[in-house]
Structure formats: C-alpha cells, structure tokens
C-alpha cells in the first residue's frame, strides 16, 4: 500500500529552521515527483516546492514559491526513501500545516499528484 508519512514539524521562533521529512512506503520512490504543499487556517492549500522523479533523461530538477525562494530548500535520498524540505529564516506566514504528495510531474498545482500524506504543523511565532 502506497503511503507517504510527514514529520519534522513543529513550533519554532522567527528566524529559526525546520527541517521537513517526507518518508515513502509500498511503492519506487525514483518513479515519483514529490510536491510540498501547505495550508494554513482558512487559506487554500498552495504548492511550496517540488522535485522532479529520477532519472538519467529527466535529470533532478526543483521549483519553488516565490514566497519561499532562498529560504527553503527541497532533497531527496531514493535509497532512504525519504523527500526533505530544509526551511530557514521561518516567518509567521508559514505557519501552516505542510503536506508531501506523489505524482509524475514536478508541479506546484494540487493537480500534479495522486498520493498525499496526513500532514505536519509547523508554526511560527515568538
């Protein structure tokens, strides 16, 4: 059974750093594009970072929010199985409950991807 399992949330100050893990179980995670998504109370879920599938002809390509553009940082390690999301110099605003999905397209729309995990809370505040 194809299940994604996010961890690493929870409360930091501004300007301090999480580091998101988004593990795969029952399925090839090479295959797949892992998304990062958030939503926050009241706010529509938006696209924050995505990494395309492996692969010799589709190379490792990334994208990213404008809103989060030199802050967070997306990896991933096939043989662990596991998709990070390295966030720093965190603001209130990305207070949020973050999600990792699985789909073929390295995309920041909710319509890139098939399989979607519980969720994290990070919050963000003083």
């Known amino acids: 059974q194809l299940q994604l399992v996010e961890s690493g949330g929870g409360l930091v100050q501004p300007g301090g750093s999480l580091r998101l893990s988004c593990a795969a179980s029952?399925?090839?995670?090479?295959?797949?594009?892992i998304g990062w998504f958030r939503q926050a109370p009241g706010k529509e879920r938006e696209g924050v970072s995505c990494i395309s599938k492996s692969g010799r002809s589709t190379g490792r390509s990334t994208n990213y929010a404008d809103s989060v553009k030199g802050r967070f940082t997306i990896s991933r390690d096939n043989a662990r199985k596991t998709v990070y999301l390295q966030m720093t110099n965190l603001k209130p605003e990305d207070t949020a409950v973050y999600y990792c999905a699985a789909g073929i397209s390295c995309g920041l729309g909710s319509k890139d991807y098939n399989y979607w995990g519980q969720g994290t809370q990070v919050t963000v505040s003083s």
């Open positions: 029952g399925f090839t995670l090479d295959y797949y594009a």
